[in-house]
């Protein structure tokens, strides 16, 4: 499993900059699994909504929560002005191990694994 932080640009949809930020970050083209809104069909869903905070009282992210598959043959090119720290852990290693990350970010990662 990977986690990218990426931000929405001007006039982008929150879905279409996962997308984007996937492919900037890792090189990997996806597509985003879900329920799309009754009334716009051309818009996915996020599974959830999480506030992490990053500096109490001075910095938050608002993160939106999508499940994305790769498409076929794809190879991660790892772009590392985008994502210099980027690496790929197990679900034992997000729950367990030493990876500093917030507490829903692990919630998810077991929850997605769960679908599978």
């Known amino acids: 499993m990977a986690s990218a932080r990426g931000h929405v640009d001007k006039n982008e949809r ?3 900059a996962a997308i984007r930020e996937t492919i900037e970050e890792t090189g990997i083209d996806v597509r985003l699994e879900g ?4 009334r716009r069909t051309d818009v996915l869903r996020p599974f959830g ?4 905070v990053i500096e109490p009282g001075q910095h ?16 991660a090119i790892f772009n ?4 210099a720290d980027l ?6 290693e997000i729950e367990k191990g030493p990876l500093d990350t917030f ?7 077991r929850r997605f694994h769960d679908m599978q």
């Open 14 to 16: 929150p879905d279409d």
């Open 35 to 38: 329920e799309r809104f009754p």
């Open 49 to 52: 909504i999480q506030l992490n």
């Open 60 to 75: 938050e992210h608002m993160d939106l929560i999508y499940l994305a598959t790769p498409l076929e043959n794809q190879k």
């Open 80 to 83: 590392e002005k985008e994502a």
């Open 87 to 92: 690496q790929w852990f197990t679900l034992d």
């Open 103 to 109: 507490e829903e970010t692990k919630k998810w990662c």
